[in-house]
């Protein structure tokens, strides 16, 4: 793959342009009249190619998880476009978005609230098979037990129910849902943050074996740049609303340019005891 | 070490066992822990959800006490014997010489009541002093803990103030009677990077310039690699490794704390190709495994495994560095891929 400087390539699957998000304040006594707005989302442009790994991080609130619904059109953007394999989404109606769900999936940060505690994992992952046309009947089973296989689950977990697993493993189950349609992008919100260390690097080593074999395109969010910048070839930083910063995952991280994130990255803790205290040593003699 | 016996001990517990009656079956949280606070020490006790951290902490507070539960073992703190102690007697530690902080302030704090006026009823409660001075002293402390206008805050409610600033509050509220522990469980998790370094300085400043002894619980090797000067690992129950923050780091004998070390990213060093797992998942305390808990996951188990090893010193030349595998430190400083610097 060609790429420039900033690690760049060529040919995108998904272009933002000027994607905006406001939410309305409303005030008034009969008639509530919009007296200002958040902007959740505001002026984003960011684009990704095939098989790549765009990391998004920022501090809660600063609009990652908005900016994805908004991409996904699942809350309807204030202003903007957004560009899917060249073609314009933003606007489109829900039958018109229907085919290109199966090209965008999404897995989310809690994974014991995205999946459906009465519903059986078998359904679970099945469903958008289903939905789009792909498999019914008896193609349904086998299909559903090589996307189990594939995230590291074991076919004999068809018949059981979300509770029934870990955290880890039910992020297996979200990550086997999102895979069913054969998706070219996946929005992974916060998918590893509410798991336990020792899981975390599971799970981030599925994701790029997944993208390896399949050449996914992820859009990576999360709070910790150490697991951002090891999954990420490209790292968007956000900060109230906007990109602040794009670049270059280890340039990011090795000179970031921009004020708040060298203060984001500056408030990293670093697990090296040593090196913690040449730091601390470093800053008193300032 | 003839320093380090100078120095007195502010908090021994010995054979710590905790265990409750579910519907499902005895779950032992806490098997067999011993820990050891020195005056003005941070020591960090680190490991994942289940491990049985927050238990042991809870229990010292005395506060997993119920029908369902066990407990055995002793907590020595201050003269005063926390297992068993008579809620009297917990009462005149407890806010007073110890005080604990938790995850998520704003589920602490409570949301009717100025965070003021919590402050004054803690100190009230254990002091006799008017209102005005209590209020005087909260707004004091509010100050100490970094929050801005303190005069004002102090009639803020909750949720008037964000996440960072609830959990100063929650310090300030848990310094109030000038504990000489502070139980601080998973203080920055529910908070975002620049304003856990903030915490994490209150914290460092607090046991320098009070005196102030710390015990951080945490899941985060980065936070503990800040600001403790010891460090004891804890997995499925039981403390698999305790040393000084150097040894634990530079020198790790359980595997558990290798795949640990391991597993962590750093934005300082390359990325390297695969990020290093620890294969498999904790095991249910309900039906925890025979000998070493970690040995179903451990790379290096062998038949001795299945017998619980001690938690021994095990090298000669640490002699306050204690470890629960059977491996020979040749063998571990062998075959282990972190520590030594790196």
Redesign the interface.
């Given at each position: 793959m060609a790429r420039d400087e900033e690690g760049h390539v060529s040919g995108r699957l998904l272009e933002v342009k000027g994607l905006s998000k406001h939410f309305p304040i409303k005030s008034g006594l009969l008639i509530d009249r919009e007296v200002e707005s958040v902007r959740a989302v505001d002026g984003v442009d960011f684009a990704i190619s095939s098989g790549e790994t765009l990391g998004l991080v920022g501090?809660?609130g600063c609009g990652k998880s908005t900016l994805c619904r908004a991409v996904l059109q699942l809350i309807k953007p204030t202003a903007g476009s957004v560009l899917f394999e060249g073609h314009e989404i933003v606007g489109l109606g829900d039958r018109q978005m229907q085919p290109l769900r199966r090209e965008m999936q999404m897995v989310f940060q809690n994974p014991q609230a995205s999946l459906n505690p009465r519903k059986r994992v078998g359904e679970i992952v099945g469903s958008p098979l289903k939905l789009h046309g792909l498999a019914s009947g008896s193609e349904l089973k086998p299909k559903v037990q090589e996307l189990l296989d594939r995230v590291g689950l074991s076919p004999e977990h068809y018949n059981r129910y979300p509770h029934e697993f870990?955290g880890?493993?039910q992020q297996r189950i979200g990550i086997a849902r999102a895979l069913a349609t054969r998706p070219k992008l996946i929005f992974a919100d916060e998918p590893v943050s509410k798991l336990?260390?020792?899981?975390?690097?599971?799970i981030?080593?599925l994701l790029?074996d997944l993208q390896k074999d399949l050449g996914l395109a992820y859009v990576f969010v999360a709070?910790?740049?150490?697991?951002v910048?090891?999954i990420s070839q490209r790292i968007a930083v956000m900060k109230d609303g906007k990109i602040v910063e794009e670049g270059a995952a280890?340039r990011i991280?090795e000179q970031p340019r921009d004020p708040y994130t060298q203060?984001?990255?500056?408030?990293?803790?670093?697990?090296?005891?040593?090196?913690?205290r040449t730091r601390r040593a470093a800053a008193a003699r300032e | 070490m003839s320093e380090a016996g100078r120095v007195p001990t502010l908090l021994e517990v010995h054979d710590l066992e905790v265990s409750f009656n579910t519907e499902d079956g005895v779950v032992r949280a806490v098997d067999g822990v011993g820990l050891e606070l020195k005056s003005d020490e941070v020591l960090a006790v680190v490991g994942?959800?289940g491990s049985g951290k927050s238990v042991t902490a809870l229990t010292m507070m005395g506060l997993t006490r119920g029908p369902n539960a066990s407990i055995s073992g002793t907590a020595h703190f201050e003269g005063t014997e926390l297992i068993g102690a008579s809620d009297e007697e917990l009462r005149r530690v407890r806010g007073n010489r110890m005080s604990m902080i938790f995850q998520d302030p704003m589920s602490s704090l409570n949301p009717v009541y100025r965070v003021g006026a919590q402050i004054v009823e803690q100190i009230r409660a254990h002091r006799d002093v008017s209102a005005t001075e209590a209020r005087q002293r909260a707004v004091e402390l509010l100050d100490a803990v970094g929050i801005p206008d303190p005069g004002i805050r102090v009639d803020a409610y909750p949720h008037e103030l964000s996440g960072g600033m609830r959990q100063r509050a929650m310090i300030a509220m848990a310094l109030s009677l000038d504990p000489s522990l502070l139980i601080a469980d998973e203080p920055t998790t529910a908070l975002?990077?620049?304003i856990?370094?903030q915490l994490?300085e209150l914290l460092r400043k607090l046991n320098e310039e009070r005196d102030l002894s710390i015990v951080l619980i945490t899941?985060?090797?980065?936070?503990?690699?800040?600001i403790a000067d010891r460090v004891a690992v804890m997995y499925a129950g039981r403390i698999v490794e305790q040393g000084t923050?150097?040894e634990v780091?530079?020198d790790p004998q359980h595997p558990y704390t290798w795949?640990?070390?391991g597993?962590?990213?750093?934005?300082?060093r390359?990325?390297?190709d695969?990020?290093?797992?620890?294969?498999g998942?904790?095991p249910s305390l309900l039906e925890p495994p025979v000998g070493c808990h970690f040995r179903p996951r451990c790379p290096h188990a062998f038949d001795r495994c299945q017998s619980v090893p001690d938690l021994n010193t095990r090298l000669p030349e640490a002699p306050a560095h204690f470890d629960r595998c059977f491996l020979s430190p040749e063998q571990k400083r062998e075959r282990r891929e972190v520590g030594d610097?790196t």
């Open positions: 501090e809660s870990s880890g493993q336990d260390v020792s899981i975390q690097a599971q981030v080593n790029v709070h910790d740049i150490g697991i910048r090891h280890d991280c203060q984001l990255l500056s408030a990293v803790p670093i697990p090296d005891p040593r090196e913690n | 994942e959800s975002d990077v620049t856990q370094a994490i899941h985060d090797i980065g936070v503990v690699a800040e923050l150097d780091f530079y795949g640990l070390l597993s962590l990213t750093r934005i300082d390359p990325r390297p695969r990020l290093p797992q620890i294969p998942m904790p610097g």
